[in-house]
């Protein structure tokens, strides 16, 4: 592996439709910064979020998830999931968002390959709208 400082900056072209990156720049602005910047921290945020899906052994973290509580059955199966992983979960907090919607954050702690399998049974319902797994390995 080559680093930073011995390989320097790379150059990369995107094609991008122009409205999303009109929305991009502008948000960027925003934010005062750059371009480049912007796009390392995306990348980065994506790498992160992403590198779930190749985890293993002991991780620690989130699970966030936003469903509409008017889909019928649909909070009694969230309920039901979580139970069938209750070694893994440490703690649950609900949020009304809106009138139809409803977050849930859950922290987790155990095998990586426990913590996939849990949000993707989670995913898998009707009526969710959103869900992000953020974690992280931990030591033994």
Do not use: W
């Not at 069938?84 to 849930?104: F, Q």
């Amino acid at each position: 592996m080559v680093h930073e400082a011995e390989k320097g900056v790379s150059r990369i072209s995107v094609s991008l439709p122009s409205d999303l990156l009109e929305e991009f720049d502008d948000f960027v602005r925003s934010l005062k910064l750059d371009r480049s910047k912007a796009v390392q921290m995306a990348i980065r945020n994506f790498l992160t979020e992403y590198k779930v899906m190749e985890a293993s052994g002991p991780c620690a973290g989130v699970i966030s998830i936003i469903y509409n509580h008017e889909v019928k059955g649909l909070e009694e199966k969230i309920t039901d999931i979580q139970h069938e992983y209750g070694d893994v979960i440490v703690a649950t907090l609900h949020a009304h968002l809106t009138k139809n919607d409803c977050m849930e954050v859950i922290t987790v702690r155990g095998d990586a390959e426990k913590i996939r399998d849990l949000s993707e049974r989670l995913l898998a319902n009707r009526g969710v709208k959103q869900l992000k797994v953020t974690i992280s390995h931990i030591g033994p």
